[in-house]
């Protein structure tokens, strides 16, 4: 009994499948999202003299300069070389702020808190990129 209940299923699940593929998905740039699409561009990340404005209080600042040759990984993070506390005079670089330094559980570190160790999981870079959509945020 409990067999061909899960061999249903399984033959259901299939059936879905198929459905699924055969139904047309495209990208946003037309391409077909399931087969031949384009390889991610990867474009260059820019710099742009100035910076940029921030949208809201407590949003974190955008990249105004490149970092396609700053790696952050297990061993290394490479924005600390110019942003830390011990690095930011000589690299004439504005410090990451104390915010950076307190824990999940509010407790102020003396370094890096871990969870504020992925830069780039808040602070964006730009590329040379055309957008896809047009971008209406703050504008309603
Ligand atoms: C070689 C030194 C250097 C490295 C490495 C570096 N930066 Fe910077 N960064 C600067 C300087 C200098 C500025 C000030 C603006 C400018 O001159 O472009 C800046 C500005 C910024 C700002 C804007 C701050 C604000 O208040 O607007 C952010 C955010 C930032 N960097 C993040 C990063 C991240 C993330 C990395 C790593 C991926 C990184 N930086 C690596 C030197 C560096
Ligand atoms: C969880 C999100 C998050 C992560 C991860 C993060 N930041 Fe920030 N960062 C912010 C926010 C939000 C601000 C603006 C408000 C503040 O200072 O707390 C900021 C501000 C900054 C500034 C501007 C300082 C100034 O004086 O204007 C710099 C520089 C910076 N961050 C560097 C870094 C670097 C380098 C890293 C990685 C080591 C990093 N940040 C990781 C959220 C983040």
């Known amino acids: 009994m409990k067999r061909s209940v899960a061999a249903s299923l399984i033959g259901l699940a299939a059936l879905y499948a198929a459905a699924v ?7 946003l740039r037309g391409h077909a999202v399931t087969d031949d699409a384009d390889d991610a561009l990867n474009k260059p990340t820019l710099a742009v003299p100035g910076g940029f404005g921030v949208a809201w209080e407590e949003q974190p600042p955008m990249i105004p300069h490149p970092i396609d040759n700053y790696s952050i990984d297990l061993r290394q993070n490479g924005c600390l070389k110019c942003h830390s ?5 000589t690299a004439k670089a504005p410090k990451y702020t104390d915010t950076h330094r307190v824990d999940r559980d509010g407790n102020q570190l003396d370094g890096l808190a871990p969870r504020r160790y992925f830069c780039t999981q808040c602070h964006a870079s730009q590329a ?9 945020f703050g504008e309603r």
Do not use: C, K, Y
Not at 21 to 27: L, R
């Open 21 to 27: 593929a055969a139904e047309e998905v495209t990208s």
């Open 85 to 89: 506390p011990a690095t930011f005079e």
């Open 128 to 136: 040379g990129a055309m957008p896809l959509v047009e971008n209406v």
